[in-house]
């Protein structure tokens, strides 16, 4: 692979891209992209960065699911949905999220989403109450069958 000037200002635009967050190998292409670098420059910067492990979209999917998990919790349909539009291909995705699927109950979550946002509606009177948390869980990635379990059970405590 011959250092020429376009492939070092591709390298460059792509560390200075890597050093604000870890991003996908699509996102990185599709950057370099909307930066006009021509199709063998982008080519070769992925395979580089690659290379040297700077783009590894299942390190990527994992640290970006952890850091969903973390910071707003979200059904795995959802995560699965996200990671998709970011470029990871599909094994990879059910990779990861069969791999956070034993420290992840969706129901647990769905749970503990809803007993933290109960408390915005006090006042409000109990059907509506229950129709806000379940658009909330539902915006979220949540199946009904979660969402009613989770919204009941809270009931009945």
Avoid: C
């Amino acid at each position: 692979m011959e250092e020429n000037k376009e492939f070092l200002k591709a390298k460059d635009y792509a560390y200075r891209l890597l050093s604000y967050r870890q991003r996908s190998t699509e996102e990185i292409k599709g950057r370099l992209e909307r930066k006009g670098f021509t199709p063998e420059t982008i080519r070769d910067t992925i395979k580089y960065l690659s290379e040297i492990d700077y783009l590894n979209d299942e390190n990527f999917a994992r640290l970006w699911m952890r850091s969903k998990m973390q910071s707003s919790p979200l059904a795995f349909s959802l995560l699965r949905y996200q990671l998709r539009r970011k470029g990871i291909d599909s094994q990879i995705i059910e990779k990861v999220v069969n791999d956070f699927a034993g420290q992840y109950d969706e129901y647990e979550v769905a749970r503990e989403l809803a007993s933290s946002r109960r408390p915005r509606y006090k006042g409000l009177e109990p059907l509506k109450v229950k129709r806000r948390l379940y658009d909330y869980l539902r915006r979220r990635g949540f199946s009904h069958e979660v969402i009613s379990q989770a919204i009941n059970r809270r009931q009945t405590r």
